[in-house]
């Protein structure tokens, strides 16, 4: 009986410091801090014209769920064949991804690399997957010289 009666004599204040504590620790044990997507790209720097390269994206998931994604490029300067494929997986925790374009290459070009995550049917088994409320996608971005 006597905890009750402090309790009810302590200040607005430090009630109000607890309430907001206690907020403050809950918000800390919401946050697990893992990643939707990490990706890695890896491209040249330099090319010779007309030269045939590689660019090759590793994708991960820190995610207990399956995703599923797509990944595809982008560039400043048009160009042509398997530049243009957009690659659709069921990406898990356990089983990394990696996405291959082999194109020819002209001309300088910046390129852009995305993966993205997307809502689709008949990739992930038993369509168990998730859509996470952000981030729905990460990029890279390059700059392939030719010359």
């Known amino acids: 009986m006597h905890f009750l009666q402090l309790l009810f004599r302590a200040s607005s ?10 907020l403050g620790t809950n918000k800390a044990q919401e946050n697990t801090g893992r990643k939707v ?7 040249p720097r330099r090319a010779n014209p007309s030269e ?3 660019v090759k994206m590793n994708v991960k998931t820190e995610l207990r769920e399956c995703v599923v994604i797509t990944s595809y490029l982008r560039s400043n300067i048009t160009i042509e064949g398997p530049f243009n494929y957009r690659f659709t997986a069921c990406l898990c925790v356990n089983a990394p991804r990696n996405f291959y ?16 995550v ?8 038993n369509n168990e997957a998730v859509v996470p409320l952000e981030p729905k996608y990460v990029y890279t971005i390059g700059t392939i010289t030719v010359g």
């Open 37 to 43: 997507i990490k990706m890695e790209v890896q491209m």
């Open 118 to 125: 997307t809502a689709q049917l008949g990739i992930c088994p």
């Open 13 to 22: 204040a430090a009630l109000l410091l607890v309430l907001c504590l206690q």
């Open 52 to 54: 045939e390269i590689t």
């Open 101 to 116: 374009w082999d194109f020819h290459i002209n001309e300088t070009a910046k390129i852009v690399a995305v993966a993205q």
